[in-house]
């Protein structure tokens, strides 16, 4: 009879330790779970503001887009299209020129060719007539130049929480 209570609780003894180990794996299961779910999350997280989109358009070239033309008059906004225009510029140190802007934001990401800048001058003749002049390609460029940087320090600072 000794023999077989050691063996029933030796079996008992088992039982329960494949239970607890059982019991282990699934909660290391839940945990590793856990973590690959936070995972994901993670990436969800680092990703989607690239796509950030409420709006038609990637929201960190938009914004950065309005703070850079912020000194300008806006005429025209779709933030579903990605269109910003602005009205007539003129810098008050130089009167006899001015400058119209527009901004076309192609893409939901933040890419170098999601944003394209067109970009109209016009200089003051006789004290009253406005005659077309050209538009130097670097200063497009630049202004695409600040618009990106600035998109991609707000990307940044979101992103640091």
Same mark, same amino acid.
């Given at each position: 009879?000794?023999?077989?209570?050691?063996?029933?609780?030796?079996?008992?003894?088992?039982?329960?330790?494949?239970?607890?180990?059982?019991? &282990?794996?699934? +909660? *290391?299961?839940?945990?590793?779970?856990?973590? %690959?779910?936070?995972?994901? !999350?993670?990436?969800?997280?680092? /990703?989607?503001?690239?796509? &950030?989109?409420? +709006? *038609?358009?990637?929201?960190?070239?938009?914004? %950065?887009?309005?703070?850079? !033309?912020?000194?300008?008059?806006? /005429?025209?906004?779709?933030?579903n299209g990605g269109v910003i225009v602005t009205d007539w510029y003129a810098n008050p140190k130089n009167p006899g020129e001015r400058v119209k802007v527009t901004v076309s934001i192609l893409d939901q990401d933040l890419r170098a060719d999601a944003v394209r800048v067109v970009a109209s001058r016009q200089v003051l003749q006789r004290g009253d007539v406005w005659i077309d002049a050209p538009v130097e390609a670097a200063t497009v460029q630049k202004l695409e130049d600040v618009i990106l940087t600035r998109a991609r320090d707000l990307r940044r600072r979101t992103l640091r929480g």
């Amino acid at each position: 009879m000794t023999n077989s209570l050691h063996a029933g609780s030796l079996s008992g003894t088992v039982v329960r330790a494949l239970a607890v180990g059982a019991l &282990v794996v699934s +909660i *290391g299961a839940c945990t590793h779970h856990r973590q %690959a779910s936070k995972k994901k !999350l993670h990436e969800a997280a680092v /990703l989607a503001p690239s796509k &950030v989109t409420t +709006i *038609g358009v990637n929201a960190y070239l938009w914004r %950065a887009t309005l703070d850079t !033309l912020s000194f300008m008059p806006l /005429l025209q906004t779709d933030s579903n299209g990605g269109v910003i225009v602005t009205d007539w510029y003129a810098n008050p140190k130089n009167p006899g020129e001015r400058v119209k802007v527009t901004v076309s934001i192609l893409d939901q990401d933040l890419r170098a060719d999601a944003v394209r800048v067109v970009a109209s001058r016009q200089v003051l003749q006789r004290g009253d007539v406005w005659i077309d002049a050209p538009v130097e390609a670097a200063t497009v460029q630049k202004l695409e130049d600040v618009i990106l940087t600035r998109a991609r320090d707000l990307r940044r600072r979101t992103l640091r929480g």
